[in-house]
Every structure is written in structure tokens, then in C-alpha cells.
């Protein structure tokens, strides 16, 4: 009897403990979707309705005008998305920027971050475990304290103002190697010496043994790495005098200027190809933070 | 984990077809852009002399010594003529009018040109408004009378001017009674370089209807023609 009650109390608590957690989540979920329906919306007025609603806040020091806040547009119309994306190509010039910047960083990631890995996970050379404190260290440090060092060693090297500046520095990311390394210690040893005795060599081993067993870890790392290449802001804006070599990223400031339907419809674009990227990999993502926190 | 498949198959066919998407619009968007531009056809200000041919009412007179004399009234050109060291030619025609009665009976009155002599202006007087200007012909065809109106027509060069623009460059203000041209401003745009319109006021110091010469320099590609009516500002397309 004792004991059913306290199993009864225990569930109570656990029902209300439950409670608490899903009506915190529902919370910040309806603080997400409140954003994305703005600027979904907001991209589907025309521009008088966009004028009345948020012409106070466009036009900032504007007093005599206010913003009359509704979310749902009177009249659904997509003349702004016609006008962005259909009769100027402004918009598809920095999305290629954009494209231009993530594919090469996507695949040099990879490559140096498999290789990294593999180093690490698998060869024994000296300070080993030294160098990968020194990694995990350096991924710790924020991106933006490595943005000063890192543009005074383009500017040496004659790099800025390059495509290269917004390339090179993002291929080495000390968080790649150390996901794919967390991924590539659950791989036997036992079975990498099998094939050596096979006469394979590091690099059929790597292709042919590690690569498959991997794959999981190179998809969530390549998702990551979109996400990341795709949200890039302040390396453009640091390393890039020329604005036409923007991505779409750096270059929203730019649509805000000119009207604010503009900024409604470049944002929801924008969103598109990382949202489908992170639905095709979310899954993927999730293992590869899992292993990279807890380890395989 | 089938329905996992399919919708994870859906997310990827969605990405294709935003890239493709993505492909056709900016080849289609780039070309939508450039049809949607004004197009204007543009000039650069010349250095040259303008040819006149303008034409007066003149009148046959026969002065003391005998001579016919015909004499008009200019307001423009006639002191810089006279101030040449070469003769400035005129055409002397008579003008024979014609009445005629249309369907409707209205009397219809019909000019053509009649017999002609060539002469050069030999006098400038300065009178109010401008200048009574006069040529002297040895003989006349029989035809002429004496007080009778006659067509001048002066033709001349003017003077080398600096900034010589086709007249159809020129805009009129009428409001501020101020002429302007527009000329395009280059900017480096992402695709390449965007034209836009810059007025530019201008003062014209002598014009002959197809060429106008303005004072100050008013740029190097003013606006000669345009698809649609222009404003400051526009975007336009250089054809």
C-alpha cells in the first residue's frame, strides 16, 4: 500500500516535471515559428501593406508614422517575390556567391577533416595526444577572436579582397577533425592491421575500410558545414572590400536598404536551401554532435 | 521507416528543384532585368561649327544710286557676320502665292518659290531689338517688284563651338524655363556596369534645330534618344 503510493507520488512528480518541460518547449517553439511566420508573411504583402505595417520601423526616425503590427497580409500577393527573384537577378548573384563559397569549403573540409582524423585516430606519432588537447583548445576559442590574427595574415600573404580569404581559413576547422577523429576511434584496430597484413596501404585503408564506416560522420560533418558556410557574415564583411563578392549572407544587409518587401522575400529565400539541407541531415547532425560530445 | 524514406526522398527532390529553379531564374530573372531597362541611345559632345540656314522676309527697295536693294530684319548672327572677313551668301527668292478654293469653297492660299538670285550681305545697321540687315543686287529677275516681299535665305557656319550636342538632347524646363540634358552615370554593378540618368543643366548659346551648342561641358554620354519618357535616376540600357 505504502509503496503504491509511493510509486503514485513519484509519477505525479514525474507528470508534473513533464508538464513544466513540454510547456517550456512549447514556449520557445512558438518563439521560433513567431519569427519565421513574420518574415514568411511579410513577404507575401505588397508593398503599401508593408509600408503601413512596418513603415515606422524602416524608416526609424520616422515619428509621425506608426506601425500598425498585424502578422497574416490583408491581401496574399507574391509581386514582391516576382520583383526579387524574377525581374532583377541582384538576389541569384549572391546566392551564387554563396554557392561558390560553401561547395569548395564543404569538400576541403571534409578532406582535411577525414585526413586530421584519421591521423589522429589511427597513427601514433609524437605529442599526439598534446596536438589534440591543442585542437579541442582551439575549437574552443570563439571564431571572432581568430578574426583579427587571421586578417593580418591574409593581409601578409596578399589575400584579402580574394575569394581565397573567405575559402582558405574556413577549410581548417578544428571541430571537423575532432568529429570525424570521435568517429573514426569506434573503428577496430584489429581490422586496420588485418589489411595491412593484406598488403593494403594508408590510403586504400582509409578509402576502402575507414571512409564506409564513417559515412555518418562525414554526412553530419558536411551538413554542419553548409549551415555554417551559409550563415557566414562577418569573414566577408572583414575580408572583402568588394561587395560583389558578398554572399547572399553578408549581402541581406544590402536588400534591407533597398525596400523593406525586398528584405522579406531574400530572407524566406535564403532560408530555403539551408532548412531543406538541414532536413535531409538532421539526423545525421544529431549523431554527429552526439558522438562529438559523448564519443562513439 | 518506409514513410522515413519517402519523406527523406521529398527533401532531397525539393533541393534539386530549388537549384534548378535557382538556375533557370537567374539566366531568366538577368534577362527580364535588361528587356525591363529603358534603352537609350547616347552621344558625345563635339567640337564643331553649326550650319545656319535660317530664313527672313525681305523687302525690294531701290535706293539713290539706283541700286535694288533688299533689306530684312535679324536679331540674331547678323553682327557676327558682318564682323567675317569672308562675304556671307543669301538666297533672294520671290514668293508667288497661289488661291484656291477647297471642297468646302474656303479660299486656300499655297506659296512656292519663285525665281531666285544670289547676293551677300553687304549692311548691318544696329536698330532696336536687333539689326536691320541689307544686300545689293546689280539686276533682278523681271518678275520682282519694287515693295514687294521677298524670302532671304542666309546660310552660314557658325563659329567653332566646343560642346556641340544634337538639339534633341536638349530638354526645355518650361516651369523653371531652365534646358537640361541627362547623361548616364556608370556604376560597377554585381552583373557588370548599371547606367543611371543624371540631369544636367545646360545653357544653350547657339542651336540650328538639329545641333545645339551649350556652354559648359555637360559630360560625355548625354542621352540622344530614349524607348520611354526619362527621369533622374532611372536605370536605363545603352543601345
Known amino acids: 500500500m505504502k509503496d503504491a503510493r509511493k510509486i503514485g507520488s513519484m509519477r505525479k512528480k514525474e507528470h508534473t516535471r513533464n508538464a513544466v518541460i513540454y510547456a517550456v518547449m512549447v514556449l520557445m517553439t512558438i ?20 509600408n503601413d505595417t512596418y513603415g515606422m520601423i524602416k524608416d526609424g526616425n520616422n515619428m509621425m508614422a506608426y506601425a500598425s503590427f498585424h502578422i497574416l497580409p490583408d491581401h496574399f500577393t507574391f509581386t514582391q517575390y516576382k520583383k526579387v527573384l524574377w525581374e532583377t537577378s541582384d538576389f541569384w ?27 589522429f585516430a589511427k597513427f601514433q606519432f609524437p605529442f599526439r595526444k598534446f596536438w589534440l588537447a591543442i585542437y579541442i583548445i582551439v575549437m574552443m576559442i570563439p571564431y571572432q577572436v581568430m578574426l583579427s590574427p587571421t586578417l593580418i595574415v591574409l593581409n601578409n600573404i596578399g589575400l584579402i579582397n580574394t575569394r581565397s580569404a573567405i ?11 575532432y568529429l570525424i577523429y570521435q568517429f573514426m576511434c569506434g573503428i577496430s584496430d584489429d581490422t586496420l ?17 575507414v571512409l564506409p564506416q564513417v559515412k555518418a560522420g562525414i554526412a553530419s560533418l558536411a551538413v554542419l558545414n553548409i549551415i555554417d558556410t551559409w550563415n557566414i557574415v562577418e569573414q566577408p564583411v572583414m575580408f572583402l572590400k568588394n561587395e560583389f563578392m558578398y554572399p547572399l549572407s553578408a549581402a541581406l544587409s544590402y536588400f534591407q536598404t533597398q525596400d523593406t518587401g525586398t528584405a522579406f522575400v531574400c530572407g524566406v529565400t535564403f532560408l530555403v536551401p539551408v532548412v531543406l539541407v538541414f532536413l535531409i541531415g538532421k539526423d545525421y547532425m544529431i549523431e554527429g554532435i552526439k558522438n562529438s560530445v559523448v564519443g562513439k | 521507416m518506409k514513410g522515413k524514406k519517402i519523406i527523406a526522398r521529398i527533401e532531397v527532390g525539393l533541393l534539386a528543384i ?40 525681305g523687302n525690294l527697295t531701290i535706293d539713290i544710286g539706283g541700286k535694288y536693294k533688299i533689306g530684312w530684319f535679324m536679331n540674331d548672327y547678323a553682327k557676327e557676320l558682318d564682323q567675317r572677313e569672308q562675304l556671307t551668301q543669301v538666297d533672294v527668292s520671290n514668293i508667288v502665292l497661289t488661291y484656291k478654293q477647297d471642297v468646302n469653297e474656303k479660299e486656300k492660299v499655297s506659296y512656292k518659290i519663285g525665281e531666285s538670285s544670289t547676293a551677300y550681305i553687304d549692311e548691318v545697321v544696329d536698330v532696336e531689338g536687333g539689326y536691320q540687315v541689307a544686300t545689293y543686287l546689280g539686276e533682278i529677275p523681271a518678275s520682282w517688284k519694287k515693295d514687294a516681299t521677298y524670302l532671304v535665305t542666309v546660310k552660314f557656319t557658325g563659329n567653332r563651338k566646343k560642346y556641340v550636342i544634337p538639339a534633341s538632347c536638349v530638354v526645355y524646363d518650361k516651369q523653371n524655363d531652365q534646358r537640361y540634358v541627362y547623361k548616364t552615370i556608370e556604376e560597377p554593378k554585381i552583373w557588370g556596369t548599371e547606367y543611371s540618368l543624371k540631369k544636367v543643366n ?38
Open chain 2, 202 to 239: 545646360v545653357n544653350v548659346i547657339e542651336s540650328n534645330g538639329e545641333y545645339s551648342a551649350v556652354e559648359n561641358s555637360p559630360g560625355d554620354h548625354i542621352i540622344e534618344n530614349a524607348s520611354n519618357e526619362l527621369y533622374e535616376g532611372m536605370l536605363v540600357k545603352i543601345e
Open chain 2, 18 to 57: 530549388f537549384i534548378i529553379v535557382a538556375i533557370t531564374f537567374t539566366f531568366l530573372s538577368q534577362k527580364n532585368y535588361e528587356n525591363n531597362l529603358t534603352k537609350v541611345s547616347i552621344v558625345e559632345p563635339t567640337d564643331m561649327s553649326i550650319d545656319h540656314e535660317a530664313e527672313y522676309a
Open chain 1, 31 to 50: 518563439a521560433t515559428v513567431f519569427f519565421l511566420a513574420f518574415l514568411l508573411f511579410g513577404s507575401f504583402m505588397n508593398n503599401g501593406e508593408l
Open chain 1, 167 to 177: 575559402i582558405l581559413p574556413n577549410l581548417f576547422t578544428p571541430f571537423g577533425t
Open chain 1, 93 to 119: 548573384f549572391y546566392f551564387w556567391n554563396s554557392m561558390f563559397y560553401t561547395l569548395p569549403i564543404l569538400l576541403g573540409t571534409i578532406i582535411i577533416s577525414v585526413m586530421g582524423g584519421y591521423a
Open chain 1, 193 to 209: 592491421e588485418a589489411a595491412k597484413v593484406d598488403g593494403a596501404g594508408n590510403i586504400r585503408i582509409l578509402l576502402k575500410i
